[in-house]
């Protein structure tokens, strides 16, 4: 099917493609009975309440759930009896079909939009049950009455949602989605006009029109929806309408659909192209008779002549035989043992062990990049503009005075502010606006969650996750985190250098309780200096060093209130650039957030190890995608990054969360804001201002992934 950014051309829409705009659905909730886009004049979503007449009985909207396939679909009763249904809208916009094309369409709607079997049995062979087909007489719209598991979640989103499927569950759903196309192609089906036929082609089996529900012992059905003899009635005649489908084209199709669950992927993320089922890199490796079976649905081997023989060969299929993969590596090894001699063969791979280790040497300390590691950024929404379902109004939130988040939104991102840019949503339905505020304890900034559940604050930004209580929900939308800094002076010898780049969190404890004065006391190899030891001036920065750092015991927090000086970042910098001047060695260590420390060069951000473990240093080198070390020129400000994947485990790093009360009463606020800034546009915005996203971005924050969104 073509995409839909080739639909509806006629119509001048910013996101050019009206169906899925939410401009429709915003004029229809801001303007009482608009049937017309404001914008570009494409028909708006159907109101509340908004009745529907057909043969069987007039149905009512409840609510606009969203688009699917080449419709919208609302959730709705029949008034009769009450009974809920799924209304799918399809859409005749006048300037896309003419007078007799949109005649013609309606009246093939209403002969051929639902099939049901036609001896009139009742059987469940999970195709959705269509109640009644309507075309608008009078105006552009036509409706599909359904029911049952209609608005049950689509493949698509549940790829989205939960990634892959395992190889077992990938062979039920084809072996579902075989008996349902068995009994399509080969049982007697009757249409609304009664005009039967012996089997039905499918033809747009895809992601979007498969749904699937799922019990509460997580077993699952797939249900089919969306049939091609009535879905394509609505491809605007511009556009070059599709063939009639071959029942062999619904297998090839499944087929497809299968192997997109399997691999957890519909793209490429290296070329941003689709999953070709012929590169084998893109297939899983756990399951190889499953594969070759998919090869032959898809017709990359002999095909299938049937659902049915497909269905046979299926359930023949064997499971994958780990125990005669490993009697058959066995009885190779003893092959391989009798044609050469043993010690031939460990000259050999005493060989073959050098080599990897030459290539190993080679790679080491380079980040490997696996386009496996952007399934989790291919899920997200694109940008601001695709959020649903947005409350009109206006909101104010909160976050403590001197937070991170008070710091990133005044940073130039963009051409702009980001607060700027986060101050209304682009449809300008939300407004948000920001108020920080001032705890009283500065070893406890809890105020800002206090003004969320007092309701003097819509929703609140704060990384203390542990204060927040059973009434608010708390969505993570990014990591935040501290570094460690000493003085930095690539030319010469240094302290960065003495410590070989890394500190422990023990260490840093006796550092910041007086227990270590010298830094002669870590290793008689470090010069005989005074530790020097400042402290940021943000209070959630300070409550969280405590946290992690000190573990929150009164006797270390009391200490490092007493012996510690409290400086904002900049001006330790600034007092580290003082005392080195003339190339004297200074013992100042520091602490900072993230975004007031990874773009200096004045002090060097240490690796931190916890415990035995190894030291994680989160700051990349560009150029060689490998962590950054003291010899490197940390000035050249754009030449490294912070590396998701690594942060996850860096022991000074933690979340940040957008807190909003569970009162269902209230409007959305909390929950909209925090849906935007996990999108593609906001994880990168978030990126150029210092904080960390969720999930590794394709290459880096300048790259394509950040530039390809608004």
């Known amino acids: 099917m073509p995409s839909f950014e080739s639909f509806y051309q006629q119509y001048p829409c910013s996101y050019n493609s009206p169906l899925n705009c939410d401009r429709p659905f915003q004029t229809a909730q801001q303007i009482k009975g608009a049937k017309f886009c404001l914008e570009c004049g494409f028909p708006a979503t159907l109101p509340q309440e908004a009745e529907i007449k057909g043969n069987q009985g007039t149905y009512q909207i409840a609510s606009y759930v969203g688009v699917r396939g080449l419709g919208r679909l609302y959730s709705g009763i029949q008034l009769k009896d009450k009974q809920p249904v799924i209304i799918k809208e399809y859409l005749l916009p006048n300037r896309s079909f003419n007078e007799s094309e949109t005649q ?129 009635l609505f491809i605007p005649p511009i556009i070059a309408q599709p063939a009639p489908a071959k029942p062999e084209q619904d297998l090839e199709s499944l087929g497809l659909l299968a192997f997109y669950l399997w691999g957890g992927r519909t793209t490429n993320f290296l070329t941003n192209q689709p999953l070709d089922p012929r590169d084998n890199q893109q297939w899983p490796d756990t399951d190889s008779h499953l594969k070759q079976f998919i090869y032959r649905l898809i017709g990359l081997e002999t095909p299938f002549e049937s659902a049915e023989t497909a269905r046979q060969a299926l359930l023949q299929l064997p499971k994958e035989d780990h125990a005669k993969s490993s009697a058959r590596s066995s009885s190779a090894s003893q092959k391989i043992e009798k044609r050469f001699p043993m010690p031939f063969i460990l000259l050999v791979i005493l060989a073959l062990l050098l080599l990897g280790g030459g290539i190993w040497y080679w790679l080491w300390g380079k980040k490997i990049t696996s386009p496996n590691q952007y399934i989790q950024w291919s899920r997200l929404v694109r940008n601001f503009s695709e959020v649903s379902n947005v409350p009109s109004g206006r909101f104010t939130y909160t976050g403590e005075k001197d937070s991170t988040w008070s710091y990133v939104l005044t940073q130039p991102v963009d051409n702009s502010r980001l607060g700027e840019l986060l101050t209304t949503k682009l449809d300008a339905r939300a407004t948000f606006t920001y108020e920080s505020v001032l705890s009283a304890n500065v070893n406890n900034p809890i105020k800002s969650i206090e003004e969320v559940q007092t309701s003097k604050k819509d929703f609140a930004i704060t990384s203390l996750g542990d204060n927040i209580t059973d009434k608010l929900t708390k969505k993570q939308f990014a990591y935040d985190g501290l570094i460690v800094f000493v003085a930095f002076n690539k030319r010469d010898s240094n302290l960065a250098n003495a410590l070989g780049g890394q500190i422990n969190l023990e260490q840093l404890r006796q550092i910041y309780t007086g227990k270590i004065t010298n830094w002669q006391q870590i290793s008689p190899k470090l010069p005989n200096l005074p530790v020097k030891p400042f402290a940021p001036n943000e209070p959630e920065a300070i409550s969280k060093f405590q946290e992690i750092v000190l573990k929150n015991a009164p006797q270390d927090e009391a200490l490092f209130t007493a012996k510690v000086t409290k400086f904002d970042t900049t001006k330790t910098q600034n007092q580290i650039r003082s005392e080195t001047l003339g190339g004297r060695t200074t013992g100042i260590i520091s602490f900072g957030i993230i975004s007031k420390t990874w773009k200096q060069c004045t002090g060097y951000p240490l690796a931190i190890a916890d415990g035995k473990k190894s030291a994680i240093q989160p700051l990349f080198q560009r150029r060689d995608r490998r962590s950054i070390n003291p010899s490197d020129d940390l000035c050249q400000h754009d030449d490294y990054y912070v590396d998701v994947k690594t942060f996850q485990s860096y022991p000074l790093g933690y979340p940040i969360f957008v807190v909003y009360p569970k009162d269902s009463t209230r409007l959305p606020g909390g929950s909209t804001f925090a849906q935007m800034l996990t999108t593609r546009q906001g994880q990168c915005l978030l990126s150029k201002v210092g904080l960390v996203a969720l999930q590794p971005m394709p290459d880096d924050i300048n790259s394509y992934a950040c530039k390809s969104v608004p």
């Open 104 to 232: 013609k369409r309606k009246e093939t709607f209403k002969r051929v939009g639902g099939v049901s079997l036609a001896d009139s049995r009742i059987q469940n062979f999970r195709l959705v049950e269509t109640q009644e087909a309507i075309a608008d007489e009078k105006g552009e719209r036509c409706y599909l009455i359904t029911k049952g598991v209609e608005s049950s979640q689509t493949l698509g989103k549940y790829l989205i949602e939960k990634g892959s499927m395992t190889s077992p569950d990938v062979r039920e759903v084809l072996n579902q989605g075989l008996q349902t196309l068995q009994f399509l192609h080969t049982q007697k089906l009757r249409f609304p006009s009664n005009q039967t036929q012996l089997g039905i082609t499918h033809g747009n089996i895809n992601l979007d029109s498969t749904l699937i529900k799922i019990e509460n012992n997580q077993k699952f059905s797939i249900y089919f929806c969306d049939l091609a003899i009535w879905e394509n």
